[in-house]
């Protein structure tokens, strides 16, 4: 009877769903593409173990419906009474064991896998801030830092359509990592304030940075492209707005970057042609500066904040000044996040000017309300912050 009235619509229904095949076709329904090899093991055991949950539902569900079916009130079904079935019990024992086993083992082979960074051809120490990355090749030499692009008229939209937004919005970057296809790439990770994740899922990438460790991980794309990841922890307020794009280029097109990017390395590299531009421009094409004042410890460091110290003209502490505002004050300073003075805006620095440069170096060392000590960029030397607050304030000038 029942079965009878559902025929019709069923038919419909069959018939609606064929007709769609073809825009079902269409349908790319899928994770992205795996470009290394732990991200293709990763691949397939997504879709391998996905087969075998869909075939346990089937036939549970299908055991489960069949049976309520069969033994329907209205055909007079009687309930077995029984208690305990020993065979039964066995088998529903033994086969989800098995089922796991064998979901367990190359699933297990691929984390061992993804751990062993041995005998990279090449390793790039990472180190993530509140919010950006700081790349440092370790054999290249090549070292700086990587900064979300978007522009902040596309993010900030609070009235209106806004700005129209690029096709990679929110994941695109000043610097992309660059790296060769076909190597061995080992990443260093770190961070060096709160726990931030690298994440480059076609890569089959993914490894905490937590302050005080050095966590290792590693990929080997297997053709160049761009590949697009994002930081995958809380890590405070601009969390979204610190992406990682990874350029992989031919082993030539890399060495060729690597030369090109050696010879603009030297913190000496003349800022000139960079004074004109918009500060945020500047922040990406200052990088060699920004890097060696960002980062501790590094030869380019010492250098830069020598030069801090040991300049007593305006104009050397100035230039030095510039470099660290591009590293570190820029994320909040170019754009007033959280009521930061913005650069050069002469009617928000004038009140603060008039506290003196004491007060400034004192609040820009140790804080002020929603600005964090140093920028919130420990790493930086007491001169360096200096010398970004004389920038500041000669640019309000
Ligand atoms: C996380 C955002 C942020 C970063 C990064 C940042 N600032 Fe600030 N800064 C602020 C905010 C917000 C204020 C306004 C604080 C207030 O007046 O309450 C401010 C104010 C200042 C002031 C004025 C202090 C005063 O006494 O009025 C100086 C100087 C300053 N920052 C220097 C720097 C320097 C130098 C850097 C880079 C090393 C930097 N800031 C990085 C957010 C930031
Ligand atoms: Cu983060």
Known sequence: ????????????????????????????????????????????????????????????????????????????????????????????????????IAMAWPATRTMIEMKDASNADMSIKVTAYQWRWDYDYQQDGVHYISNLSTPRDQIDNYHGAGAK?????LLEVDRPLVVPAGKKVRLLIT?????????????????????????????????????????????????????????????????????????????AAAPAPVAQQAP????????????????????????????????????????????VFDGTCTACHSTGVAGAPKLGDKAAWAPRIAKGKDTLYHDALHGLNAMPPKGGNAALSDDAVKAAVDYMVSQAK
């Open 1 to 100: 009877m029942l079965l009878k009235r559902l025929r019709a619509p069923a038919a419909i229904a069959a018939s609606l769903l064929l007709a769609s095949l073809p825009a079902l076709a269409s349908w790319d329904v899928d994770i992205l593409p795996p470009h290394s090899p732990t991200a293709q093991d990763a691949y397939s055991l997504h879709w391998g173990i996905m087969y075998v949950c869909i075939v346990i539902f089937f036939v549970v569900f299908g055991a489960m419906f069949w049976s309520i079916f069969k033994h329907r009130r209205s055909v007079g079904a009687k309930a077995a009474q029984f208690h305990e079935n020993t065979t039964i019990e066995i088998i529903w024992t033994i086969v989800p064991l098995v089922v796991l």
């Open 165 to 169: 937004k690029d096709e990679s919005y």
């Open 191 to 267: 961070s060096n304030d709160v726990i931030h994740g690298f994440y480059v899922p076609q890569l089959g990438v993914h490894q905490y940075g937590i302050p005080g460790f050095v966590k290792d991980a590693w990929f080997s794309a297997d053709k160049p492209g761009i590949y697009r990841g994002q930081c995958s922890q809380i890590c405070g307020k601009e969390h979204a707005f610190m992406p990682i794009v990874v350029d992989v280029r031919s082993p030539d097109d890399y060495a060729k970057w690597v030369k090109e990017e050696k010879a603009k390395m030297p913190p």
């Open 280 to 323: 945020t421009q500047a922040a990406a094409e200052a990088p060699a500066q920004a890097a060696a004042a960002n980062q501790a410890g590094g030869a380019a460091a010492a250098q830069a904040s020598a030069a801090a110290a040991g300049t007593g003209t305006g104009k050397a502490s100035a230039t030095d000044g510039k470099s």
